[in-house]
């Protein structure tokens, strides 16, 4: 089920809301919490009722071992019980994920044959399998777990997030889950999440699918080996840069949005990341949760920084190789990796040689970082967006070299992509507009202060809601799939 879709924002959407606070208006708290777990298994099994088999066997799976990392008594007892369960996730998501990719080319090295076995990928397992790895380290570390099957439930499976993350630390969300057992939500979330999944509402339905429709055919017909021009491939690459941005945020404030109108704040995940100034800035903008997910369960555990800079850059180099790996089975993906991993490795090896160079701040030499960053990122999607290598070198390729054939941009196409440039670069983003913090020991804008400066439920801010909705509603009978919801 898109967030974008008619069955979605018409149907689904309206029907748990009405059901959830309908329950928590008769004091029912602790059975409007259940209702959004069942609520949650719908719209999993919208997609596919046999992955929710699945995926429920694994929850419980977890569940059980992640109690037992925490409680046995013994440390190699406990120790067996979380590699258990590490061991358990990683190998669903290969079989699932990576298997036929394995077997095709290690057919290929030893010259044999390999019958592809097709598996279909459950949406949201590198998201799910990730998410309880982490939890089943802090289960093990921390001796800490959570005892509630209901609410360890709803951790992995709550809907907003459960395709395409945040990956959410158990810590974050388990007071929030506790809480609304026993407390009422402030009404007023309710207001603050519309507005907030409005706007990412209007950058999935507005900019980045109408992007997507419009540069499409150029990426087929590279990979049909059709002659691709200078111009066909820079549009392509510049729009496909400006549809995952678009993309992927619009999801992210959706996530949000509807998070807090169920009385959660999920974690920030995306932060205005082409305005980085250097591949470790972007890292620390996109897909934030992923970033610390590598960094406080592959990094450290690869050993971190101990045993000198060069063993630091090598472990940052296998970190960032994996988050390449981790978004798809594929040597696109691989490259892709690789090559964001050799510019982070460059760019810290750079900081810890020539640390004068993070200290160039000066107008000129800022547009010169956020330029060359730009370019890189832009650059590397190419391998990202491409289904073969051969599709990424025609278009790479054509950036220099294209093929002399003609082709025109839609007016109202570049005057969007030209709109959303803009945007992307030096707006401020929804969720600086809104004031909006996942650190749950600050309080959110006081909604009903008439002095707060911040945006609040005035009648500009509701009409300006009102219009991204409508517009977002008009255009959801064509709703496009995330790209993210792929991995």
């Given at each position: 089920?898109?967030?974008?879709?008619?069955?979605?924002?018409?149907?689904?959407?309206?029907?748990?809301?009405?059901?959830?606070?309908?329950?928590?208006?008769?004091?029912?708290?602790?059975?409007?919490?259940?209702?959004?777990?069942?609520?949650?298994?719908?719209?999993?099994?919208?997609?596919?009722?046999?992955?929710?088999?699945?995926?429920?066997?694994?929850?419980?799976?977890?569940?059980?071992?992640?109690?037992?990392?925490?409680?046995?008594?013994?440390?190699?007892?406990?120790?067996?019980?979380?590699?258990?369960?590490?061991?358990?996730?990683?190998?669903?998501?290969?079989?699932?994920?990576?298997?036929?990719?394995?077997?095709?080319?290690?057919?290929?090295?030893?010259?044999?044959?390999?019958?592809?076995?097709?598996?279909?990928?459950?949406?949201?397992?590198?998201?799910?399998?990730?998410?309880?790895?982490?939890?089943?380290?802090?289960?093990?570390?921390?001796?800490?777990?959570?005892r509630g099957p209901r609410n360890y439930a709803l951790f992995v499976l709550f809907f907003p997030q459960l395709?395409?993350?945040?990956?959410?630390?158990?810590?974050?969300?388990?007071?929030?889950?506790?809480?609304?057992?026993?407390?009422?939500?402030?009404?007023?979330?309710?207001?603050?999440?519309?507005?907030?999944?409005?706007?990412?509402?209007?950058?999935?339905?507005?900019?980045?699918?109408?992007?997507?429709?419009?540069?499409?055919?150029?990426?087929?017909?590279?990979?049909?080996?059709?002659?691709?021009?200078?111009?066909?491939?820079?549009?392509?690459?510049?729009?496909?840069?400006?549809?995952?941005?678009?993309?992927?945020?619009?999801?992210?404030?959706?996530?949000?949005?509807?998070g807090l109108m169920f009385g959660i704040r999920l974690p920030i995940n995306f932060n205005s990341p082409y305005?980085?100034?250097?591949?470790?800035?972007?890292?620390?903008?996109?897909?934030?949760?992923?970033?610390?997910?590598?960094?406080?369960?592959?990094?450290?555990?690869?050993?971190?920084?101990?045993?000198?800079?060069?063993?630091?850059?090598?472990?940052?180099?296998?970190?960032?190789?994996?988050?390449?790996?981790?978004?798809?089975?594929?040597?696109?993906?691989?490259?892709?990796?690789?090559?964001?991993?050799?510019?982070?490795?460059?760019?810290?090896?750079?900081?810890?040689?020539?640390?004068?160079?993070?200290?160039?701040?000066?107008?000129?030499?800022?547009?010169?970082?956020?330029?060359?960053?730009?370019?890189?990122?832009?650059?590397?999607?190419?391998?990202?967006?491409?289904?073969?290598?051969?599709?990424?070198?025609?278009?790479?390729?054509?950036?220099?070299?294209?093929?002399?054939?003609?082709?025109?941009?839609?007016?109202?196409i570049a005057a969007l992509m030209f709109f959303a440039s803009g945007l992307a670069l030096f707006a401020p983003?929804?969720?600086?507009?809104?004031?909006?913090?996942?650190?749950?020991?600050?309080?959110?804008?006081?909604?009903?202060?008439?002095?707060?400066?911040?945006?609040?439920?005035?009648?500009?801010?509701?009409?300006?809601?009102?219009?991204?909705?409508?517009?977002?509603?008009?255009?959801?009978?064509?709703?496009?799939?995330?790209?993210?919801?792929?991995?």
């Amino acid at each position: 089920m898109v967030f974008s879709s008619y069955i979605f924002l018409l149907v689904f959407l309206p029907a748990v809301l009405l059901g959830f606070y309908a329950l928590r208006s008769r004091g029912a708290f602790g059975a409007s919490v259940t209702f959004l777990l069942i609520a949650s298994f719908v719209f999993y099994a919208y997609w596919s009722v046999a992955h929710l088999v699945l995926l429920l066997g694994s929850i419980a799976g977890n569940f059980a071992l992640g109690r037992a990392a925490a409680t046995l008594q013994t440390k190699p007892a406990r120790r067996t019980a979380a590699a258990t369960a590490i061991i358990g996730n990683l190998l669903l998501i290969f079989i699932f994920k990576y298997l036929d990719f394995a077997g095709t080319n290690l057919a290929t090295l030893t010259g044999n044959d390999w019958r592809l076995l097709n598996i279909l990928l459950p949406l949201g397992i590198s998201f799910f399998t990730f998410q309880q790895i982490g939890y089943i380290v802090d289960c093990y570390t921390t001796r800490k777990y959570e005892r509630g099957p209901r609410n360890y439930a709803l951790f992995v499976l709550f809907f907003p997030q459960l395709i395409a993350g945040p990956i959410v630390h158990h810590n974050h969300t388990r007071p929030q889950f506790a809480a609304l057992t026993k407390s009422p939500v402030n009404l007023n979330f309710i207001a603050y999440g519309l507005m907030i999944f409005a706007m990412g509402l209007a950058k999935k339905s507005l900019i980045a699918d109408p992007i997507a429709r419009a540069i499409d055919p150029i990426w087929t017909s590279a990979a049909s080996g059709e002659p691709i021009s200078m111009a066909m491939s820079w549009i392509a690459i510049i729009g496909y840069t400006l549809q995952i941005y678009f993309d992927f945020s619009g999801y992210c404030d959706m996530a949000i949005g509807l998070g807090l109108m169920f009385g959660i704040r999920l974690p920030i995940n995306f932060n205005s990341p082409y305005k980085s100034k250097s591949i470790i800035e972007f890292w620390r903008r996109w897909h934030i949760t992923l970033s610390n997910f590598l960094r406080d369960y592959v990094y450290i555990r690869f050993g971190g920084n101990r045993g000198g800079q060069l063993f630091r850059l090598r472990n940052i180099f296998l970190t960032m190789l994996i988050g390449g790996v981790w978004h798809g089975a594929a040597w696109t993906f691989v490259i892709w990796g690789a090559i964001h991993a050799a510019l982070i490795t460059a760019n810290h090896a750079l900081r810890t040689f020539a640390p004068a160079f993070d200290r160039w701040n000066d107008l000129p030499s800022v547009v010169v970082k956020r330029g060359a960053t730009l370019v890189f990122v832009m650059l590397a999607w190419v391998f990202f967006r491409a289904d073969t290598t051969g599709t990424a070198m025609t278009i790479i390729t054509g950036l220099f070299d294209g093929a002399q054939t003609s082709f025109s941009l839609n007016a109202e196409i570049a005057a969007l992509m030209f709109f959303a440039s803009g945007l992307a670069l030096f707006a401020p983003n929804s969720l600086q507009v809104t004031g909006y913090t996942d650190r749950l020991d600050k309080p959110l804008p006081n909604l009903d202060a008439p002095s707060n400066k911040i945006m609040r439920p005035t009648p500009l801010a509701a009409t300006a809601t009102a219009i991204m909705l409508a517009a977002g509603v008009a255009v959801a009978w064509q709703p496009a799939v995330f790209i993210y919801f792929n991995f």
